[in-house]
């Protein structure tokens, strides 16, 4: 039983496309967030949404939006991909605002 | 924004040996956690230390959050292959990991030479 599930695993496409990531959490969390890990393993918060609202964005380009339909979903929408959007992408889920993240396996994101 | 040194970078180490890697930082966190992430795979929790001074046990890795709540330690005793993998310490300014996100440090690589 996954806890924290994405899709897909792997994204290749090109420059200029949008695309979109989904992720799913079975663990009735109120929490979920998105990261990236860039090519050096550096893992950096993007947003986080609590009862689907959005509560932080750290200086991402507004190229990205994430989308809630609700509180077990959290999917990333990215227009107008760059060569730099290259990395992978992680989302996380927690109780609340006050408890652990548990992240999710990953969306490799190619840009080409 | 705040920022986690780690080391160190990388491990390379015989099977048995123990291992201990640090996480300093330059501002308080009120967590701090520790993550493996295997290869193609998303960080796992390891531990999760809530109050300073505290020291922490799971198995073989043991953790501890410093009285100065600036940095933390992370120690894995008598290593096996599947201790293989990149190591993230992680701060949280929130109580447990809440709404302002985890600033991650930048992962120690353990490789362990049979």
């Known amino acids: 039983d996954t806890a924290v599930s994405q899709t897909p695993k792997y994204l290749v496409t090109q420059m200029g496309n949008d695309k979109s990531i989904k992720c799913e959490q079975n663990?009735?969390?109120?929490?979920m967030y998105w990261y990236k890990q860039d090519s050096k393993k550096f893992l950096k918060i993007m947003f986080s949404?609590?009862?689907?609202?959005?509560?932080i964005n750290e200086t991402v380009p507004n190229r990205f939006s994430p989308k809630s339909p609700d509180k077990a979903h959290l999917n990333l929408h990215i227009n107008s991909l760059e060569l730099g959007d290259s990395a992978v992408y992680f989302c996380a889920s927690s109780l609340g605002l006050e408890e652990t993240q548990y992240f999710g396996p990953g969306t490799r994101l190619l840009v080409l | 924004g705040q920022q986690l040194n780690q080391s160190p970078q990388s491990m390379f180490i015989q099977e048995g040996e123990d291992v201990s890697m640090n996480c300093t930082s330059s501002?308080?966190?009120?967590?701090w956690l520790w993550y493996k992430q295997d290869p193609g795979e998303g960080p796992v929790l390891l531990i999760a230390?809530?109050?300073?001074?505290e020291l922490t046990s799971n198995g073989r890795l043991t953790a501890q959050f410093g009285i100065t709540r600036k940095d933390s330690f992370l120690n894995i005793s008598a290593s096996i292959p599947s201790d293989v993998g990149i190591y993230f310490c992680?701060?949280?300014?929130?109580?447990?990991?809440?709404?302002?996100?985890?600033?991650f440090g930048k992962g120690t690589h353990l490789i362990i030479q049979p």
């Open positions: 992680a701060g949280q300014v929130g109580a447990g990991g809440g709404a302002d996100g985890l600033t």
């Open positions: 949404y609590n009862n689907k609202e959005l509560i």
């Open positions: 501002s308080i966190f009120n967590t």
């Open positions: 230390l809530y109050k300073a001074g």
């Open positions: 663990l009735g969390h109120d929490t």
